[in-house]
């Protein structure tokens, strides 16, 4: 009997609801057309919109929906123009993560031959690796709680060892699959500051006690300095990069910037049971409701879960789906004949969904 998922859908501010339904359309296509498994897709009210008229960023019914769900599908939050009243912005994504122990934020920066890139790219080179990034603690572990006097402002760095130790295997695991489908060498490259803080000695201390668990696999060091210069200089030689919170926030839009700009940059924060699927990008209020915004990342993040959830739950179907809705965005991008504007070209958001919907096959 073919197992139905169920998918949190947060369907996010400005652009959000505009770039989630063509993403839901063709998820449930796919799944219509497989004999393998099925999706149901139920809304979860949330967001910065929804906080100015209710008073509430993230309901507990949605939070809820959020706990029960298979996986969730976030599209981008937050309006500039309304926050909490100590000013800071409404960031449900945030919430999440932090509820449901989202500690590995995956973010992948892929170019293939004949995309676009701000780069000289060498001839034969693409670009591949997969950026993994805290997502619960370091930098970020006192946001909103930061000690602020008339002369003076701290914030907390916090790194544990229980994280940190997930962390580290999620990352050599991930590694060993990419090597196992031929996309990467398997190597995990640790990114840090161990040089000066003695907090990041002590995560790459832990992350070379995981690196002992695995001789199959490739194990080095990079200060997060230098991996920026990297990125830029040499991109190709990453496979698997992992960070603190704060450097994978900023290493990761160098990485989409790699890619030509956030409109190609999905992500995914993912826990032991959870895991949610987001655009990196924001909600773009000011291009809301002209039908222009950019849906590829939303869509790749759509490709990101079906893979995920197919790896969970042993389904090779829903991996081969997702490999498939990658490679359909892909193509579409390399091709160059259907790009939004902020990609160089003049479709709108329905155009540049439907193409990919066409290369499936599920228009």
């Not at 139920?42 to 993230?58: F, I, N, V």
């Not at 001839?123 to 572990?141: A, C, N, P, Q």
Request: proline share 4%.
């Amino acid at each position: 009997m073919t197992k139905n998922y169920e998918i949190a859908v947060f369907e996010g501010d400005g652009i959000g609801p505009e770039i989630t339904d063509p993403t839901v359309k063709i998820l449930d296509q796919m799944a219509r057309n497989s004999n393998s498994y099925g999706l149901t897709f139920t809304d979860a009210p949330a967001g910065a919109a929804h906080y100015a008229k209710t008073g509430e960023s993230l309901p507990e019914a949605s939070m809820e929906i959020a706990r029960r769900s298979d996986a969730i599908l976030l599209s981008a939050m937050g309006l500039p123009d309304v926050r909490y009243a100590d000013g800071t912005e409404i960031s449900p994504q945030i919430d999440l993560r932090k509820a449901l122990t989202l500690f590995a934020g995956v973010r992948p920066v892929t170019v293939r031959a004949g995309q676009r890139t701000p780069l000289n790219m060498p001839d034969g080179k693409e670009i591949d690796f997969v950026l993994i990034r805290e997502s619960t603690e370091g930098l970020f572990y006192t946001q909103g709680r930061g000690e602020v006097t008339e002369n003076e402002a701290r914030e907390t760095l916090l790194i544990t060892r229980d994280i940190s130790e997930k962390l580290f295997k999620f990352a050599f695991d991930l590694a060993k699959t990419r090597k196992a489908s031929g996309r990467g060498p398997g190597k995990v490259t640790c990114v840090d500051k161990a040089n000066v803080f003695r907090a990041f000695a002590f995560f790459r201390e832990m992350f070379d006690a995981e690196a002992a668990k695995h001789p199959d696999l490739i194990s080095d060091h990079a200060y997060v300095d230098a991996t920026a210069l990297w990125m830029v200089q040499k991109p190709w030689d990453f496979d698997v990069m992992v960070t603190e919170n704060m450097f994978g926030d900023i290493l990761s839009d160098l990485g989409a910037g790699l890619m030509g700009g956030l409109g190609l940059a999905p992500s995914a924060d993912i826990g032991l049971e959870n895991a949610v699927f987001q655009p990196c990008h924001g909600s773009a209020p000011d291009i809301a409701g002209q039908g222009v915004a950019n849906p590829f990342a939303m869509i790749l993040s759509g490709a990101m879960m079906l893979e995920w959830l197919g790896i969970r739950h042993d389904v090779e179907a829903m991996q081969n789906d997702g490999a498939r809705l990658r490679q359909a965005v892909d193509q579409v991008v390399a091709e160059g004949q259907v790009l939004t504007r902020d990609l160089g070209g003049a479709a709108g958001t329905a155009d540049a969904a439907s193409a990919v919907a066409k290369v499936l096959g599920v228009a």
